[in-house]
């Protein structure tokens, strides 16, 4: 079966320092791997995905996370986060050729402090 | 805009009582999903629907719970004789056409708080 670990449940950071989020998955079968975040009052958005290809990848707003196939790891990292990165960030798995429904992690809330 | 949108934000019900919460997917979208999220978890998959068919019911929990989508566009999730475990923020999302490659857009969801 699938699942999803998320290792952190808040990660507190001072604006401009970097930031790694972590994320361990568990799988038999090829999967394809997502990071959502959920800003205050707001719903879920992606942020980026891995599906196959380049083993990093890369959101608008400077967040990177890379495929560790041998780790079983989809770490999400900023070099240097702001005050409006405060949000809820969940990690998620699906199955490839699958329904596309989606496996969450339980979420790791980062709180940037100026 | 022309987002997901779930009706009500919030709705407060007695242990024992029927609900029913809305889902108003984006239009064209032939994919729609529901998932639960309970305090402090991820969201977690309830049921998904391909057109007016339910291609994966899964994750339903018990036959209390229960989800329509008559004319392929809105659906409904019924949850009978509710329970206070049942307290959640119930997500709805939709995608253009299902499978893992299509990217899911989520609605703000429903609270549902069980007294």
């Known amino acids: 079966a699938q699942s999803v670990t998320q290792l952190d449940s808040q990660v507190p950071v001072f604006e401009e320092a970097p930031v790694e989020l972590r994320c361990n998955y568990s799988?038999?079968?090829?999967?394809?791997l997502f990071w959502y975040v959920q800003y205050p009052n707001q719903g879920l958005q992606l942020l980026l995905k891995y599906l196959s290809g380049s083993t990093l990848v890369e959101s608008i707003n400077g967040f990177e996370a890379e495929f560790n196939k041998s780790q079983t790891s989809f770490h999400l990292r900023k070099p240097s986060v702001h005050i409006s990165d405060t949000a809820e960030y969940f990690c998620a798995t699906a199955r490839s050729g699958n329904t596309g429904k989606l496996i969450f992690g339980q979420g790791t809330t980062l709180q940037v402090k100026p | 805009g022309a987002g997901v949108s779930q009706t009500p934000s919030n709705k407060v019900t007695e242990k024992g009582k029927y609900v029913e919460l809305r889902c108003d997917p984006i239009?064209?979208?032939?994919?729609l999903y529901w998932y639960r999220q309970s305090l402090g978890q991820g969201p977690e998959f309830l049921i998904y629907f391909q057109g007016t068919g339910a291609a994966d019911d899964s994750g339903l929990p018990n036959d209390r719970f229960f989800a329509v989508r008559p004319e392929g566009s809105v659906s409904t999730l019924k949850i009978q004789r509710t329970e206070r475990g049942d307290s959640a923020v119930y997500l709805c999302a939709s995608s253009l056409k299902g499978g893992t490659l299509a990217e899911q857009f989520f609605g703000p969801g429903t609270r549902l708080t069980v007294l």
């Open positions: 239009s064209g979208h032939t994919a």
């Open positions: 799988s038999s079968v090829s999967v394809y």
